[in-house]
């Protein structure tokens, strides 16, 4: 934690800083004391963690490169380790609800968060080697993470898919270091049949929140379909869409309260240090920006559904 009486008055990137009256003591004058005025945590806001560039290396040989966010103050009680959505149209290890969940967690709920780009995929923190394969070598990108994360013995790792990194986490992800998934936004098309009767083997947790309006799989048919795994939480969330967008606090509390249920609901705000992101440099990964683009699926015949006529580009983006 931020030693408030060390700190001088600021505003801007800091918070602010003011002066008000104390509470008059009996019998003692009206005295003048600082306090800390807590600042809203915003889109952009990032929080105290101590932030480091990593690089995964995969069984097949490619680099990936990722970041690991840890709590400044105090050794993390869990491990999110983040899937991006669909690369092709848009999907990276910043995809707004990954970067904001490395900007917030580690200081509100003392999370460790990795996030990195699949192969083939590029963001601010660089181009990951290799190339897009549709969701067949991504496999050796998941047991790269999951192995990182082993290696350095971040505790209680848990899986955090997106749209196309829900079925890399429930195709690759059922591993013995894995404590359990957290699904948001599935749409179960690479993922088959016998991917979810291993989880409902494992019996270990996975919760599906799934928005009202998505593209690929509402609430209703996500129940039917995740039935197959006895212990699968299926959240459905009135208003949601495939992106989240104007839901981001809501699935920030959602994972929190599975992953570390002592620290939900988040706060709204921060007296501590504060700083700013700028989100401007992705304004060329809009919904717009991949709208004719063709939206790939699972190989012909590999028994997983294609994709609708109505899937667009923007369902499976960030």
Known sequence: MVDHADRSPAVGRYGARHRRPAE??????????????SAAIRANSILPATRTDIELSTADGVTLVGELATPVDRPPVATLVCLHPLPTHGGMMDSHLYRKAAWRLPALAGLAVLRFNTRGTGSLRGTSGGTFDNGVAERYDVAAAIEYAEFHDLPDVWLVGWSFGTDLALMYGCDPAVRGLILLSPPLRYAKP?????????????????????????????????AAVPQAEVVGVPGGKHLWVGHSELILDEIVRRVAPESAPLPRSWDGPMEFGDASAYANRTVAAFADKPLPGPAAGDGTAAPSPGDTAGGAAR
């Open 24 to 37: 008059r003591l009996a019998g003692r004058p009206h005295v003048t004391d600082w306090v800390i005025v």
């Open 194 to 226: 016998d991917h979810l009767a291993a989880w409902a083997a494992s019996g270990r947790p996975v919760t599906a929140l799934v928005p009202e309006f998505d593209d690929y799989l509402r609430p209703a048919e996500a129940a039917q379909r995740f």
